[in-house]
T-cell receptor, first 114, second 115 residues
Framework: NAGVTQTPKFRVLKTGQSMTLLCAQD?????MYWYRQDPGMGLRLIHY???????AKGEVPDGYNVSRLKKQNFLLGLESAAPSQTSVYFC?????????????FGPGTRLLVL | AQKVTQAQTEISVVEKEDVTLDCVYE???????LFWYKQPPSGELVFLIR??????QNEISGRYSWNFQKSTSSFNFTITASQVVDSAVYFC????????????FGTGTLLAVQP
């Protein structure tokens, strides 16, 4: 099992450009999440999905869109990148959404917006 | 409000020393879950342990041990006989007991183990 994988690993964008980050999991998990990690702030939830075809907003959703067309994939889109979106993005998945469910994380995508 | 505080921003120890990473949480829930994750220099987040609010037993796994104390709202992590491979950022996180998806992270503690 590869677990949770993310593509790409690193990307540089210019302000105003768009891009899509891909997350894939092979654990048959229902729930998937996108977080961003900024220095001194820990990880913050951007969007999440409780199953194929569903998405919901997290703590910091502005400037991002997501889609979950297939159970194993969760896409994070930036329509018009801004320097404030420079961050490390982590995807995670869990079998369910209950409090005791453990979230398993991908290796991260480092994004630099110039 | 839910909150996790890791007051130690950085810790530096010499190999073979014991080190304790502190985690203090705030929640009004009676049912909640606490997690520790490790982020090595390679960047991925590795799950270490989960503890529920009804289980105050300490946990030991090899050189790692966790001390959960509800009376002080703390879930501290101790590494015994530290090794260079333990160098990483360690995150403590909190989740509510119901059907929620929000994992609340502390700001992390950077542990540097010098040879």
């Amino acid at each position: 099992n590869a677990g949770v994988t993310q593509t790409p690993k690193f990307r540089v964008l210019k302000t105003g450009q768009s891009m899509t980050l891909l997350c894939a999991q092979d654990m048959n998990h229902e729930y998937m999440y996108w977080y961003r990690q900024d220095p001194g702030m820990g990880l913050r939830l951007i969007h999440y999905s409780v199953g194929e075809g569903t998405t919901a907003k997290g703590e910091v959703p502005d400037g991002y869109n997501v889609s979950r067309l297939k159970k194993q994939n969760f896409l994070l889109g930036l329509e018009s990148a801004a320097p404030s979106q420079t961050s490390v993005y982590f995807c995670a998945s869990s079998y369910g959404g209950a409090g005791w469910e453990t979230q398993y994380f991908g290796p991260g995508t480092r994004l630099l917006v110039l | 409000a839910q909150k996790v505080t890791q007051a130690q921003t950085e810790i530096s120890v010499v190999e073979k020393e014991d080190v304790t990473l502190d985690c203090v949480y705030e929640t009004r829930d009676t049912t909640y879950y606490l997690f520790w994750y490790k982020q090595p220099p390679s960047g991925e987040l590795v799950f270490l342990i989960r503890r529920n609010s009804f289980d105050e037993q300490n946990e030991i796994s090899g050189r790692y041990s966790w001390n959960f104390q509800k009376s002080t709202s703390s879930f501290n992590f101790t590494i015994t006989a530290s090794q260079v491979v333990d160098s990483a950022v360690y995150f403590c996180a909190l989740k509510r007991g119901g059907a929620t998806n929000k994992l609340i992270f502390g700001t992390g503690t950077l542990l540097a183990v010098q040879p």
